[in-house]
């Protein structure tokens, strides 16, 4: 069976800071994968996708980027982290030509 | 633009009753998947159902239905016989080629 990780699980960081979370399947290939924000309170917010290694698309500009270096790991970073960085980061992946998606734990990131 | 929305902030249901969350959504896409997810407090989005825009029978998976009116956009979640462990988060979402969007979501409180 498929399963999804997501490390690490919380992670507080100083402004300027840079980030990096990771994400990683098992259990099928070449999946397609996602990175949401999850702002308190809020609904889900898609911020990369990716249909395979080295292809990423950005829905909203930010000082965020994604990386998929391998076909299962999909990796989000900053360079310098700002305050309204802090939120709920979910990984998710899916089927390619298939709708659903299937989310990682998270991780909450704190910016201080 | 694609666009969900729940205008229910809130609800509250007696144990074993059913319950109906509210869901309407717009896009100009005639092939487009809709997705029902729970968020307990732990955090993870836990995927619940899922209608295709094809397809003419409403989906069920187990207490969960959901209730599809194409015509009127609308793509509520009828859960059957409450349970104390149905109380959390729950999000419409709505996915179009690779553009997936979250509706605000609703809490869902139940009581004993």
């Known amino acids: 069976s498929q399963t999804i990780h997501q490390w690490p699980a919380t992670l507080v960081q100083p402004v300027g800071s840079p980030l990096s979370l990771e994400c990683t399947v098992e259990g099928t290939s070449n999946p397609n994968l996602y990175w949401y924000r999850q702002a308190a309170g809020r609904g889900l917010q898609l911020l990369f996708y990716?249909?395979?290694?080295?292809?990423i698309s950005s829905e909203v500009p930010q000082n965020l980027s994604a990386s998929r270096p391998q076909d299962r790991q999909f990796i989000l970073s900053s360079k310098k982290l700002r305050l309204s960085d802090s939120g709920f980061y979910l990984c998710?992946?899916?089927?390619?030509?298939?709708?659903?998606?299937?989310f990682g734990p998270g991780t909450r990131l704190t910016v201080t | 633009a694609q666009k969900i929305t729940q205008t229910q902030p809130g609800m509250f249901v007696q144990e074993k009753e059913a319950v109906t969350l509210d869901c309407t959504y717009d896009t100009s896409d005639q092939s487009y998947g809709l997705f029902w997810y729970k968020q307990p407090s732990s955090g993870e989005m836990i995927f619940l159902i899922y209608?295709?825009?094809?397809?003419?029978q409403n989906a069920t998976e187990g207490r969960y239905s959901l209730n599809f009116q194409k015509a009127r956009k609308s793509a509520n979640l009828v859960i059957s016989a409450s349970q104390l462990g149905d109380s959390a988060m729950y999000f419409c979402a709505m996915r179009a080629r690779n553009d997936m969007r979250f509706g605000a979501g609703t809490r869902l409180t139940v009581k004993p």
């Open positions: 998710a992946w899916s089927v390619p030509g298939r709708y659903e998606q299937y």
């Open positions: 209608q295709g825009s094809y397809d003419e």
């Open positions: 990716s249909v395979g290694i080295g292809q």
